[in-house]
């Protein structure tokens, strides 16, 4: 079940999509637009931003790098284009692709 904090996680998420851009965006709690770099460069964006962001998303392969990161630094949404294989998924961080959000928002909510 989808609750209200999950919604506008996936409404913020969804208006800062960066799908077919190229590019990685760190939001803040309000899903503005801290940072926008290009994808290959989640790492270091991530790594090194500040403040650290309330969500990410990124259009590339999230990879267990960007992940432990993101993690690391406290990070509480990713989406991704797409998910990489991991060896451990940290439990703190909520991570869905862009697709995933499209679907939930496609669900009706009596169903």
């Known amino acids: 079940m989808v609750g209200a ?14 799908e077919g851009e190229g ?3 760190l939001l803040d709690d309000s899903f503005e637009t801290l940072s926008e770099a290009p994808a290959d460069e989640a790492f270091e964006r991530l790594r090194d931003a500040d403040p650290v962001p309330y969500a990410v998303v990124v259009d590339d392969e999230l990879s267990q790098r960007v992940l432990d990161v993101a993690a690391q630094r406290g990070v509480q949404h990713v989406v991704a284009a797409s998910l990489g294989e991991f060896v451990k998924q940290p439990v703190d961080v909520r991570v869905r692709t862009a697709a995933q959000l499209t679907e939930v928002q496609t669900t009706p909510a009596d169903a």
Do not use: F, I, L, Y
């Open 5 to 18: 904090d999950d919604e506008d996680v996936e409404a913020g998420c969804e208006a800062a999509s960066a």
């Open 23 to 25: 590019v990685v965006r």
